[in-house]
């Protein structure tokens, strides 16, 4: 077996990426979760050009300066992009398939997980995209996230990130929310993926409505500013140390 035949057994996210980079087409990554149905991600859209990215990842990338840190890159669409503007970036990413893939694709990226602190910078602008909140994989998680994100930040850089609020998904026909204010928060997800027979280990995900993320960035000596909504309670923050 070789190498990379090893590490695609528990990376399918990865493996999905390494198809569509080298065939131009993938079969099907399915997610599971406890909580809702099957789901599927379309794979091209892990490949989205500048002019296909959504307004607010296009403003992100707009706002981005200095040197940049694209977090959980997946096939490097915005650190391309960013590139062709003229701007520096570092992607990492946990799935060593697409680290592969990024690095055939002429970027400077990485097999680093977030949170492995051996991983060091210093830098002025921080991508988290595609529900880039994700990441933080739940509330409980926000202090060791904002410590994470103060070792990796220079002074004055900041860090943008997009998440939608998942209220709706819990509307009645009327219009009021039956969330359960007892139970963990309802943007709190467990995900599982699975390409062809490649089946990823469980993960958290966490979406989190802007009100909640503000309120955890001033609880761990960050300040949370609204830099646009998108179409579907959708948002970008721009966090920064206060
Ligand atoms: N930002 C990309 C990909 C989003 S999918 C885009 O917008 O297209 C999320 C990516 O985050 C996956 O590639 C996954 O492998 C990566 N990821 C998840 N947890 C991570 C972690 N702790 N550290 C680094 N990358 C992570």
């Keep these: 077996m070789q190498n990379k035949d090893i590490k695609a057994l528990k990376d399918p996210m990865g493996a999905a990426i390494l198809d569509y980079f080298k065939n131009g087409r993938a079969a099907k990554l399915r997610v599971f979760s406890s909580q809702f149905d099957e789901d599927e991600i379309p794979v091209e ?29 997946g096939s490097g669409c915005h650190s391309l992009a960013l590139q062709k503007m003229g701007k520096s970036a570092t992607a990492i990413d946990i799935s060593p398939l697409a680290v592969s893939v990024m690095r055939e694709r002429g970027l400077d990226a990485r097999q680093v997980d977030l949170f492995d ?21 739940t509330i409980d998680n926000m202090p060791k ?27 009645d026909e009327d219009g009021s929310f039956e969330i359960d204010l007892a139970a963990d928060y309802y943007g709190q997800l467990d995900y599982r993926m699975q390409y062809k027979n490649i089946k990823g280990e469980v993960f958290d995900w966490l979406y989190i ?34």
């Design 45 to 73: 859209e892990l490949f989205r050009e500048y002019e296909q990215m959504p307004y607010l990842e296009k403003m992100a990338l707009g706002l981005s300066r200095g040197q940049i840190l694209d977090v959980g890159a």
């Design 117 to 137: 602190e051996s991983f060091t910078g210093n830098y002025d602008t921080i991508l988290m995209l595609m529900n880039g909140s994700g990441i933080i994989g």
């Design 145 to 171: 996230f904002f410590s994470r994100m103060r070792q990796l930040l220079a002074p004055d850089g900041f860090i943008l990130m997009d998440s939608s609020d998942l209220k709706y998904l819990y509307e």
């Design 209 to 242: 409505d802007f009100q909640t993320l503000s309120y955890h960035a001033g609880q761990n000596g960050f300040k949370a500013e609204l830099v646009a909504e998108g179409e579907h309670y959708d948002y970008l923050a721009k966090l920064s140390l206060s």
